[in-house]
């Protein structure tokens, strides 16, 4: 398995009350594969992907991925791990609002110390329609523009594993078809892995598979 999560336990305190998100959570995933999960706000699926790319500790169980597992990492090599084999599209885009598309992208190439990031960068932004916005600055782009840009970002690192949390959610649908078109064209290029957290059953259904979140289980639709 590419993933695995293995019997997770988290807990958040809430001034004198625990809140269980999960209790015992195991959930695996092969190389390439194209997962959706869905669930109702607050069901923990921000939390799932902030576990999954080590931003959040569980409480107890363990996480590897690609043969490596968290429990045997410090937190700066953790953080190392993140950088080189996880990309991020997040609904929200989070780019840097004063750096143009180009150096945005530019911007994970950097700090893996990949080589010739301008030129991986350059090819990305053409394979995602925005080779006429290099120079362009977040607040002259589009909101399709945006997450295209963020989808460019994410993968010039070439990540074993993209986490997108709602990357279509903030686009009219229109937009969202595009953007998510061409998302899953570029991954499917690279033979990358994909968890999609969604509300949209459209959106889940161009997966591979679909989980629903609720109670901290993961069930097979």
């Known amino acids: ?32 594969e194209q997962v959706a999960i869905m669930g109702k706000s607050g069901a923990g699926k921000s939390t799932f992907l902030s576990l999954v790319s080590g931003i959040i500790k569980a409480d107890s169980g363990d996480i590897v991925l690609n043969n490596i597992s968290y429990n045997d990492l410090q937190e700066n090599e953790l953080n190392d791990f993140r950088a080189s084999n996880i990309g991020f599209i997040f609904q929200n885009f989070h780019l840097v609002s004063y750096l143009n598309a180009l150096e945005n992208v530019m ?37 399709g523009e945006k997450q295209r840009v963020a989808i460019a970002r994410a993968l010039i690192h070439n990540p074993k594993i993209i986490l997108a949390d709602e990357p279509s959610g903030n686009l009219d649908e229109e937009t969202g078809i595009a953007v998510m078109d061409k998302l899953f064209e570029l991954i499917k290029q690279n033979n990358t892995t994909l968890i999609l957290v969604t509300h949209s059953k459209d959106v889940a259904a161009r997966c591979e598979k679909t989980y629903q979140l609720a109670h901290g289980v993961l069930n097979l639709c």
């Open 1 to 32: 398995m590419m993933l695995e999560l293995k019997s997770l336990k988290k807990t958040y305190q809430q001034g004198d009350e625990k809140i269980e998100i999960y209790n015992d959570l195991n959930f695996s995933l092969k190389e390439g």
């Open 107 to 143: 911007l994970p190439a950097k700090v893996c110390g990949i080589s010739n990031p301008k030129e991986k960068a350059i090819e990305l932004l053409k394979a995602v329609g925005l080779e006429h916005r290099l120079n362009h600055i977040p607040s002259q782009l589009s909101g």
